[in-house]
């Protein structure tokens, strides 16, 4: 189980648009990696929409927000396009990067098991290393807290 201090796993992630993401390449800069289940689910949207909204904000504290799932690109594509997103969103189709972050979770809906994501975030500060963790993360208020936490880093 991750925890702050950990060092980030790193990966390297197809995006929204082409291209990839790779948290190597990200070192000096600190970052928020919030993982969700599933695209256009309510709480997805509201979650996705809402880092969106304080893009702006993480942008003059020195942080990059990227949402993580198993959704392919092109239905990131089509979400983003849909609600307007504008925070990029990585696919982890194998779920290597959920599985290296703690996040892959077996879970109970209705008595039924299955496994998937457990909607979590990870503030990663400028060394590469974890500086704050959330799990079990509910949306509301939860973006403005992730944001305080990343001013606090500067």
């Not at 925890?3 to 600190?30: H, I, M, N, W, Y």
């Not at 979400?79 to 194998?94: G, M, N, R, V, Y």
């Given at each position: 189980?991750?925890?702050?201090?950990?060092?980030?796993?790193?990966?390297?992630?197809?995006?929204?648009?082409?291209?990839?993401?790779?948290?190597?390449?990200?070192?000096?800069?600190?970052?928020?990696?919030?993982?969700?289940?599933?695209?256009?689910?309510?709480?997805?949207?509201?979650?996705?929409?809402?880092?969106?909204?304080?893009?702006?904000?993480?942008?003059?504290?020195?942080t990059l927000v990227f949402g993580i799932?198993?959704?392919?690109?092109?239905?990131?594509?089509?979400?983003?396009?849909?609600?307007?997103?504008?925070?990029?969103?990585?696919?982890?189709?194998?779920?290597?990067?959920?599985?290296?972050?703690?996040?892959?979770?077996?879970?109970?809906?209705?008595?039924?098991?299955?496994?998937?994501?457990?909607?979590?975030?990870?503030?990663?500060?400028?060394?590469?290393?974890?500086?704050?963790?959330?799990?079990?993360?509910?949306?509301?208020?939860?973006?403005?807290?992730?944001?305080?936490?990343?001013?606090?880093?500067?």
């Amino acid at each position: 189980m991750l925890d702050a201090t950990d060092q980030a796993p790193l990966f390297c992630l197809p995006r929204d648009g082409g291209g990839d993401v790779s948290l190597a390449e990200l070192k000096g800069q600190a970052v928020v990696l919030f993982f969700y289940p599933r695209d256009d689910t309510p709480g997805c949207t509201k979650e996705s929409i809402g880092f969106s909204a304080h893009l702006q904000g993480f942008a003059d504290a020195g942080t990059l927000v990227f949402g993580i799932s198993k959704d392919t690109v092109s239905k990131h594509d089509k979400f983003i396009a849909k609600h307007e997103l504008t925070t990029p969103l990585l696919s982890d189709a194998e779920a290597s990067t959920c599985e290296d972050y703690g996040v892959w979770k077996e879970k109970n809906m209705y008595g039924k098991k299955h496994w998937g994501i457990e909607r979590s975030t990870f503030l990663i500060d400028a060394e590469g290393r974890i500086a704050r963790v959330w799990r079990r993360v509910k949306v509301p208020g939860h973006v403005e807290e992730v944001l305080e936490a990343a001013q606090s880093l500067q």
